[in-house]
């Protein structure tokens, strides 16, 4: 029988094993098929409610179709529709208490909620709805506690009992929380606790406080005074627990929940608490301790925690030990979750588990549509084995809600799980056509949430179908999702997933697309930076093409402060003007859509150094005193450094000295002071970005003068003339003088003599001279500082020498030694130093070169000197001439100058190589011959054995042929050469011999030609073209010569007109801008060699500069005509507008015919008929035109013409008829205005006169 149990059981767990895959099922994602109700969401267990409010008893359901709702209070059924103060929520199941009319405690009571359709029925917990309390505090008459120091106290709170517990604190009368220590702390339970008491414990407002947090009200006791006596205190004593009492207790705590133990001990000093657990080690991350060790507290309670826990008091008298007992019990809780609601097919198999654990072990009831399942209806395809419910071959039909209920004493678990039987086709519930972007080498899902029964087998396949993908890299998960461990590129593409039952098929696709991560490539540095400056941090990126990356900047974790000086560029964030509220951590963040990336530098703001501070001298002596300062702000640099500086207030006042320097670890410096100085210090710190503000000076401290601690330093003893000794020294400053009446003491006396030291006193000076001594004899000095307080150490002795005088003795033994042709070594016996009579300098050697040996070569005298300082016997004379006499003497010299010279000696030195011909020049070129013409060298260094010519051809790219050498007689001075070839250029080398060897040579260059007329020149294709900016000359030349030019003379020249010269800068073509246009040149081009070479010339180029080189314009296009003719055309008009006045009016006025009759024959005025100009003579042009105004004064000139505008009326003396009417009408102003007005500046001219004027002009 045993043994078929067994079996049963093992059929049952693979039974089970096999359903498993019936129980994930998206149901919620599908709409219009049938569910049974589900719970959504309830009120807790334990409901506890604020009185003030309305009653809230949350239950909400789904379900298709839509649920109904009901409700149990108490066990029983609640008929909501009988209680006023009661609704329900619509489409929900959600009480609403309304207390306004009511108490909230009637209402106090176990709810249970039910949802309901035709496929089940599913219910709540039962949910226990109790009101929060915070009742008052009894009223109390508390008593002054009075106890004696270093006994223990302990000061009760008591509060009421609430609903939730309140939360206690103490605090005094000012509503500050009160002191609390190692030796003052308060319990759980809320009382406060004296591990001993001391005097400064007396206070009269010892309140403690309890706050409600449903209510937000806070509860005060009544104030406990406490009064420490010390008139007998309290021995010390080791430590005894108040609580807990006894030496051990025991505890229970269930699992999940927070565990607290504590200790608190008296004595006296304070003891001190530790905990240990006996069988292990405290729980590291779940443990912590409060109230200053007392509370030990261990969170998320297990099994594992059960056990015996020991608590240590000690203190230096002795230690005390409590063991506290835990014990942990479990409500129940599930082992491997809720049972999950069941989909089935017709004729599947499935199961329900309601497994779960509990101390002591839970009990399982099942029930089915809130019925108890032993009274539901019997179905053969159910069977119920403990905490499962095994289904098979399912009908349909037999949809319906099973609850399972897990208890014990310590709680309980209700779980709702629905099985749901249908029959439906595959259904992919992911959406069609999804794109699924990831980032290269992270994991990839593609989801295939599907919904069929039977449930569907799903598979998946990528692009072209051609396989299933199963294996590396691709998993399958229960749910149809695919997933790829490490996604790279060419995962990128179409994926099909298929789901299949067998009801029918579907497919569903999807698309993967593999993105390239995005990476910081350049992170931002750490900065240091000084304030008021810039700082760039970069934050350089890579990313895929395809996803815009944002950027963002944060400082210390937070937005960026909104500040123009701070610039965010997309790789680089720039901060201008830097202050210190910029310090901090920045950090760039690079996001896109799938991914991101971020880095983070420091920025810290450095200045200068706060000045230092508080100044103070202490320990002040003789010659010390003590500083000491407080330091400024560092600003983020260390100090490196103090300065110490002084000011001399007696001697330089205003004048700041540097005294000394100390690390910048340190704030005092001990001083070593001088005497006879007023000191006022100043201190300056040093970073790394320099010295700081000076501090403010410290106050003045005087050190009394004494005798001087040092002597002049630098003394010397020379003479500025042969018979004294000056005596000089560096003087002691203000400082070095210890004090007033600085005077020195100087003392000399002859070495080698024994005799006494010569003193004398000197003041206001730093030297003294001693006349009337020997020429260059030794002293011995001494100065020593002397001042009103007494004199200086013993001086050193210092030497020196009277003045020197010239010396009187010259070298002897003197001779030189020829070394070869250009150089020569002399050769003398040291002068005694007594002949000396000074220090010795050195010799000076005078020579000179008389005359070269040739008979040819003129005569030299120019001296030269050679100077060897030191006492050397013997010198080198270097860069002398070959073949030539010289003169040399030899002389000592001191500081006073130069002594007698020694005899003249003569010496001759041998011949060497001579020098280059003078001059070689080519004359008689012929085709095949030329002759060379030459000058012996200048420098001939010997006797001429002859000279050495050699020659070669040379080609047009300037490439040298072979070398031919002729030897020639020395007496030669030209050369014909024969055979050579026609139109070749040669080169040419002479140099002259001696018998030491052969000189330098000189070169010439030369053409054969290639007739007998006309020499060939070394130019060729010269043309000219005539453009805009001048004339172009362009050329060959193969030539030699670098100084090239061109000559351009007009032709036909007549005098001593000369030609003009441009120069050519290596180029083969020039432009002649200075040619005039219509003229004829001579233009040709000149290659010119040295000084003493024929030049080269071109054949002679006829150049013809045209007149007009500029281009035409036209003039209808031209500013000026276009202003010309409109003024003409303008000019016109208004003459034809004079025409059309005189026509009408001209015939009213007896002027008419005097004007007729007064015609200039010469001047014919506008025809009647067509007011057309006659034809008219501009030999009289500047007569004015009848009509036309005259000068303000009223006269013209009279030419030749009779006619005179006198006979108008206008001017002169003229009569006019008495109706005036001439006047008005020509003369442009009346007799009266005439008188008024007198001689004002003229008026304008009538456009007669301007016409008149412009024919004149044209």
Not at 322 to 332: D, E, L, R, W
Not at 373 to 388: C, F, G, H, Q
Request: net charge negative; aromatic share 8%.
């Amino acid at each position: 029988m045993m043994e078929r149990r067994r079996m049963d059981a093992a059929l049952l767990v693979l039974f089970l094993v096999h359903l498993a895959t019936a129980l994930e099922v998206p149901l919620d994602l599908l709409e219009g098929l049938p569910q049974p109700p589900t719970i959504t969401h309830q009120s807790p267990k334990d409901y506890i409610i604020d009185p003030r409010e309305n009653i809230i008893i949350q239950c909400e359901a789904k379900g298709k179709p839509h649920p109904s709702f009901s409700w149990t209070r108490n066990g029983t059924h609640f008929d909501i529709d009988q209680d006023p103060n009661v609704t329900m929520k619509p489409h929900s199941g959600t009480l609403v208490v309304d207390i306004s009319r009511t108490k909230a405690e009637q209402y106090e009571c176990v709810y249970q909620c039910t949802a309901r359709n035709k496929h089940g029925t599913a219910v709540s917990n039962n949910i226990v709805v109790r009101q929060s309390r915070s009742p008052l505090w009894s009223k109390e008459k508390i008593k002054p506690i009075v106890v004696q120091e270093g006994v223990s106290l302990v000061l009760p709170c008591r509060p009421p009992a609430g609903l939730p517990p309140p939360i206690i604190f103490w605090m005094d009368n000012n509503f500050q929380r009160l002191p609390q220590s190692r030796r003052v702390s308060q319990s759980l339970n809320g009382d406060l606790y004296f591990s001993n008491v001391l005097r400064e414990d007396s206070r009269n407002d010892y309140i403690c406080y309890a706050r409600f947090p449903y209510t937000q009200t806070i509860q005060q006791k009544q104030p406990i005074t406490v009064k420490v006596l010390n008139q007998d205190p309290a021995d010390e004593r080791k430590p005894t627990f108040l609580i807990p009492s006894g030496p051990s207790s025991s505890k229970m705590v269930l699992r999940g929940q927070v565990l607290e133990m504590e200790c608190i001990a008296e004595g006296l000093p304070t003891p001190e608490i530790s905990w240990t657990k006996n069988s292990g080690d405290l729980p590291v991350n779940r443990t912590s301790y409060l109230h200053y060790q007392k509370t030990l507290r261990i969170v998320n309670v297990s099994e594992s925690d059960a056990g015996d826990y020991r608590c240590t008091a000690r203190n230096k008298l002795g230690t005390v030990y409590h063991t506290i007992h835990i014990m942990v019990k479990a409500a129940p809780f599930w082992i491997s979750g809720a049972p999950r609601n069941l989909v089935l097919a017709p004729g599947e198999d499935g199961v329900l588990t309601c497994r779960a654990s509990g101390t002591p072990k839970p009990s399982v009831t099942w029930a089915m549509n809130g019925i108890p399942i032993e009274n539901s209806p019997k179905d053969l395809s159910r069977k119920v084995e403990d905490d499962t419910i095994i289904f098979s071959v399912v009908q349909s039909g037999s949809s319906a809600v099973y609850q399972c209920n897990v208890s014990n004493d310590y709680g309980y678990l209700l779980s709702n799980a629905f099985v749901n039987v249908l029959s439906e086709t595959p259904r992919v519930l992911t959406q069609a056509n999804k794109v699924y972007q990831v980032i290269k080498n992270h994991r990839a899902l593609l989801d295939c949430a599907s919904f069929g029964s039977p449930i569907p087998r799903i598979t998946w396949f990528k692009d072209s179908r051609s396989s299933t993908l199963d294996g590396d890299p691709y998993m399958h998960h229960d749910n149809g999702t695919l997933e790829i461990h490490v996604a790279q590129a060419h995962h990128s593409g179409k994926y099909t997933c298929v789901a299949r039952n067998t009801l029918g098929i579907y497919e569903n696709h999807v698309y993967l697309e593999v993105k390239d991560p995005t990476r910081i490539l350049k992170q931002p540095d750490y900065k240091q930076v000084q304030r008021g400056r810039s700082v760039v941090f970069e934050c350089k990126v890579t990313y895929d093409p395809s996803l815009q990356p944002t950027v963002t900047w944060l400082k210390d974790d937070g937005e960026l402060p909104d500040d123009e000086r701070l610039i965010v560029d997309f790789d680089s964030l720039t901060i201008t003007d830097v202050t210190e509220n910029d310090a901090g951590v920045y950090t760039c963040i690079m996001n896109t859509t799938l991914d991101q990336d971020s880095a983070r530098a420091e920025l810290t703001v450095v200045e200068r150094p706060d000045p230092p501070t508080d100044l103070e001298l202490t320990d002040k002596k003789k010659r010390s005193v003590q500083l000491t300062w407080t330091p400024g702000d560092e600003h983020n640099s260390p100090i490196q450094k103090f300065l110490i500086q002084y000011e001399d207030s007696l001697h330089h006042r205003g004048h700041w000295h540097n005294l000394t320097e100390v690390p910048g670890t340190k704030t005092t410096a001990h001083l070593k002071l001088s005497p006879y100085v007023h000191y006022i210090f100043r201190v300056l710190a040093v970073n790394s970005v320099g010295f700081s503000r000076p501090s403010f000076p410290s106050r003045m401290f005087k050190t009394e003068p004494a005798a001087p601690d040092e002597n002049p330093t630098g003394v010397h003893g020379f003479g500025t003339e042969h018979d004294n000794l000056v005596i000089s020294w560096k003087p002691l400053t203000g400082l070095q003088s210890n004090g007033p009446g600085l005077h020195y003491k100087v003392m000399w006396r002859q070495k080698l003599m024994e005799s006494d030291w010569t003193k004398v006193t000197v003041a206001n000076n730093s030297k003294f001279v001693v006349s009337g001594t020997p020429t260059f004899v030794p002293y011995e000095l001494k100065v020593q500082a002397v001042n009103d307080h007494g004199a200086g150490p013993e001086p050193a002795i210092a030497h020196g020498y009277s003045g020197e005088d010239l010396p009187v003795a010259a070298p002897e033994n003197v001779q030189a030694v020829l070394l070869n042709s250009t150089l020569s070594e002399v050769h003398w016996d040291p002068v005694p130093p007594k002949s000396i009579r000074g220090h010795l300098k050195g010799y000076k050697v005078y020579y000179w070169r008389e005359r070269s040996l040739h008979k040819h070569n003129p005569h030299h005298v120019e001296k030269q000197i050679l100077t060897f300082s030191g006492n050397h016997t013997h010198g080198i004379l270097p860069g002398l001439h070959p073949f030539s006499l010289y003169s040399f003497n030899v002389r000592v010299y001191n500081g006073k100058g130069d002594g007698p010279p020694s005899p003249t000696q003569q010496f001759e030195t041998p011949e060497g190589v001579p020098g280059p011909p003078t001059s070689l020049v080519v004359t008689n070129t012929n085709m095949d011959t030329l002759t060379l013409e030459w000058n012996p060298p200048h420098d001939r260094n010997g006797h001429i054995t002859g000279y050495t010519l050699k020659y070669q051809p040379v080609n047009n790219s300037n490439e040298l042929g072979p070398v031919e050498e002729l030897a020639l007689p020395a007496n030669a001075t030209s050369f014909t050469l024969l055979n050579l070839k026609y139109s070749t250029r040669y080169k040419f080398y002479l140099n002259a011999k001696t018998v030491r060897g052969a000189g330098t040579a000189i070169s010439q260059e030369a053409v054969t030609i290639m007739d007998e007329v006309r020499p060939v020149s070394p130019f060729g294709n010269v043309s000219s073209s005539s453009g805009e900016d001048g004339t172009l000359i362009s050329w060959e030349y193969w030539g030699p010569e670098k100084n090239i030019y061109v000559e351009y003379i007009v032709k036909n020249s007549e005098g001593e007109e000369k030609w003009q010269k441009e120069l050519v800068n290596g180029s083969q073509n020039v432009m002649l801008k200075g040619l005039k246009e219509g003229l004829s040149y001579r233009v040709r081009l000149v290659a010119k060699g040295h000084h003493d070479q024929p030049l080269h010339r071109s054949e002679e180029l006829l150049v013809l500069v045209p007149a007009v080189t500029s281009r035409q314009v036209d003039i209808a296009t031209q500013g000026w005509f276009i202003g010309l003719m409109c003024a003409i055309a303008l000019l016109i008009l208004i003459l034809l507008i004079i025409c059309f006045i005189q026509r009408n009016k001209g015939g009213k006025y007896p002027v008419k015919e005097k004007e007729d009759a007064h015609t200039d024959p010469e001047f014919q005025p506008m025809k009647d008929d067509d007011c057309t100009f006659g034809e008219y003579s501009d030999n009289e042009d500047h007569k004015p035109l009848k009509g036309s105004r005259t000068p303000s004064n009223g006269t013209v000139k009279r030419d030749d013409s009779d006619d005179s505008l006198v006979d108008y009326g206008e001017g002169g003396d003229g009569q006019f008829n008495e109706d005036g009417s001439f006047i008005g009408q020509y003369s442009g102003k009346s007799v009266s205005r005439e008188t008024a007005e007198g001689h004002e500046s003229s008026e304008a001219p009538s456009p007669i006169n301007a016409m008149n004027s412009l024919n004149s002009f044209v």
